[in-house]
Nanobody, 123 residues
Framework: QVQLVESGGGLVQAGGSLRLSCAASGRTFSRYTMGWFRQAPGKEREFVASITWSSGRTSYADSVKGRFTISRDIAKNTVYLQMNSLKPEDTAVYYC????????????????WGQGTQVTVSS
């Protein structure tokens, strides 16, 4: 298993920026992809972005493309989500996940999850 701890959430104004971090530990060698998902109250968990450990190939949801950037620091076993031009509709709990399916956009493609970090964007 892989342990994941998110950090960096908070309250920002619309148009502002925030960077989320996800520190991974455990058997990360068996997890090919790291992903970010988000969930607002009463809504399904939705895909945001993903990245493969080995090649750094990325995938983004259309709603965040051009605004969010996912990256990884292999030496630190950490993935990041740089969020720019934030909108109120980005408000959600953001979860980091690790999985064995390359750049899966489905929660079922991930095996381990962090506890989440709240991101609130005010207008």
């Amino acid at each position: 298993q892989v342990q994941l701890v998110e950090s960096g959430g908070g309250l920002v104004q619309a148009g502002g920026s925030l960077r989320l971090s996800c520190a991974a530990s455990g058997r990360t060698f068996s997890r090919y992809t790291m992903g970010w998902f988000r969930q607002a109250p009463g809504k399904e968990r939705e895909f945001v972005a993903s990245i493969t450990w080995s090649s750094g190939r990325t995938s983004y949801a259309d709603s965040v493309k051009g605004r969010f950037t996912i990256s990884r620091d292999i030496a630190k076993n950490t993935v990041y989500l740089q969020m720019n031009s934030l909108k109120p509709e980005d408000t959600a709990v953001y979860y980091c996940a690790a999985g064995g399916v390359f750049n899966s956009r489905s929660p079922s493609g991930y095996d381990d999850w962090g506890q989440g970090t709240q991101v609130t964007v005010s207008s």
